[in-house]
């Protein structure tokens, strides 16, 4: 692992989201698209965790996004950010709040 110094770290803008609504991409079997409240901004993020997710059970779920990734184009949709998530036997667990948290509060 490749560590990095604290003045790249303070450039990683960490988010809490609610998710408002999510929902398959049409011809993956993996990615969701989901569209999540920032506080003061609603974004799109895509995010490979439709096969261990059902885009029904995300939806108010408060998680944590990296907010000012670039953009970037996966199966002709703009991902507008990412969501954090741990990897449990080649398995994603999303990350999220233990207490309800405002949509837009910095990770700190």
């Known amino acids: 692992m490749e560590n990095i110094n604290f003045d ?31 506080g003061e901004e609603q974004r799109q993020i895509l995010a490979g965790i439709g096969k261990e997710y059902e885009p029904e059970s995300l939806v108010n779920r408060e998680i944590i996004v990296v907010a000012n990734l670039e953009p970037r184009t996966m199966m002709g949709l703009e991902s507008q950010g990412m969501l954090l998530a741990a990897s449990i036997e080649g398995k994603p667990v999303i990350l999220t709040t233990d207490k309800e948290v405002p949509p837009g509060s910095e990770i700190r």
């Open 8 to 38: 790249e770290f303070k450039k990683v803008d960490l988010r809490v989201a609610k998710i408002l609504k999510a929902e398959r991409v049409e011809g993956s079997d993996k990615l969701l698209r989901l569209e999540v409240d920032l």
